[in-house]
Structures are given as structure tokens and as C-alpha cells.
């Protein structure tokens, strides 16, 4: 498998991602390995909206009817 080695300076990899501070000003070393994995899909976000709709039963119940509710449940 080929990978690729490099030293760089922090600075040149912070506008890309997150580092800890402690990395700051200081040389990193690089390493990258190319992956078989495929980038996840981006799914739609009105598709996973539809998918979440009856997850939560709808109820007439006030906030405080729902308190205690549980409560008595889990008593």
C-alpha cells in the first residue's frame, strides 16, 4: 500500500480542521493512506424529516400532565 509522509507546519493544516491547541506552532507530521470506504451519502433532508413524523405520538396532554405522568410510571 502507498502512503504519502510529510512534516508541515500546524498553521498550514488549522483552515482545514481541528486541532488541539497544543499543536499550535509546532511541526506535524502527515501521513495518508488512501481508503476502499465510500463516502457516506448525504441524505435529504426532507426524507429524514418524513421518517421522524409519528416517532413522537402526538398528544393533548400539557407539559405537567406528561411530568406526571412519568412519574407515576417510574415510581
Do not use: C, W
Not at 5 to 13: F, M, Q, V
Not at 38 to 66: C, F, H, N, Y
Amino acid at each position: 500500500m502507498e502512503a504519502i509522509r510529510k512534516y508541515i507546519d500546524a498553521s498550514r493544516l488549522m483552515d482545514i480542521m481541528t486541532l488541539p491547541e497544543n499543536f499550535k506552532n509546532r511541526k506535524l507530521e502527515v501521513l495518508i493512506f488512501p481508503t476502499d470506504e465510500q463516502e457516506p451519502e448525504r441524505a435529504d433532508i426532507k426524507s429524514v424529516v418524513q421518517s421522524l413524523i409519528g416517532a413522537i405520538p402526538a398528544t393533548d396532554m400539557s407539559l405537567d400532565e406528561l411530568r406526571e405522568e412519568r412519574r407515576h410510571k417510574f415510581e
